[in-house]
């Protein structure tokens, strides 16, 4: 039997704030990766987005940086990094995924596998290099199609360079998203589709939401979470109203001078 291919998973987002359901997509990831025998996860990383991406009722990031490590304090393969949340402008997903891929790849060459993060775990590694793969739900394809949000040439590196693992969500069909989409279909080896039988319709706006109206989020949030939300006041009425009327960075961003592809 060949050797499995060494694997990163990677996901980026709001975490605002991060839930039991951002936290499970990397064990069901993991799970069907696993199952089909091709590669071997090595790692995953949770990148949360810098204040400056604009979404309404966005806390700071060092708020969500420090509840997703709270989150992942017990995880033995799955770490925080903070490199993409302390960027002075929100930065693409396809430069994040190029600034991870260049830190794995220096990293594997160097052969230390220490003290460098969440792709620590060499003894799984082969001669194979290490891969990575962007790590999201069902509804995160939708968002090719939005107007203005991503530029082509990044949806072609994001898909035919790195590659996708999708889980599903709720009744989203990812597999429709990828038939409607040119370049998602071409490329349609490097996208892994993963079912959740287990339904989970865990919102980070309907935690919110239940937030601000004093409810409870007990287990849809691990409780050292719930509690650094309590001591530091997250999620009121006034917070929810922070960014509203704001377009998103990514919709204003894309029309100015864009990130040059991979190949320049």
Not at 212 to 220: A, T, W
Not at 221 to 243: A, C, F, R
């Amino acid at each position: 039997m060949s050797a499995r291919i060494p694997l990163v998973l990677l996901a980026c987002g709001s975490f605002n704030p991060i839930t039991n359901q951002h936290m499970r997509l990397f064990e069901l990831a993991r799970d069907h990766l696993h199952q089909i025998g091709q590669f071997q996860v090595v790692g995953g990383i949770v990148s949360p987005v810098s204040d400056s991406y604009g979404k309404q009722g966005l806390v700071l990031a060092k708020h969500r940086i420090a509840m997703a490590r709270l989150a992942l304090q017990g995880s033995d393969w799955v770490a925080v990094d903070d490199w993409e949340s302390q960027q002075p402008d929100w930065t693409e997903t396809v430069v994040t995924m190029r600034y991870h891929y260049g830190r794995i790849l220096k990293q594997y060459q160097e052969g230390t596998g220490k003290d460098s993060g969440p792709t620590t775990n060499s003894h799984h590694l082969t001669s194979s290099s290490p891969r990575l793969k962007l790590l999201c739900g069902a509804d995160f394809l939708d968002t090719f199609k939005v107007p203005g949000l991503w530029l082509d040439d990044h949806v072609e590196e994001v898909a035919g360079h790195f590659g996708l693992v999708c889980v599903s969500r709720g009744g989203l069909e990812p597999e429709r998203a990828v038939h409607e989409s040119d370049t998602l279909s071409r490329h349609w080896r490097n996208i892994f589709l993963v079912r959740e039988w287990v339904r989970n319709e865990t919102s980070a706006t309907e935690v919110r939401r239940a937030l601000r109206r004093g409810l409870s989020v007990k287990y849809l949030l691990p409780d050292s979470v719930i509690k650094y939300i309590h001591q530091h006041n997250l999620y009121t009425g006034d917070s929810e109203l922070k960014n509203k009327d704001v377009l998103l960075r990514p919709l204003t961003k894309q029309t100015e001078m864009p990130v040059k592809t991979l190949d320049d």
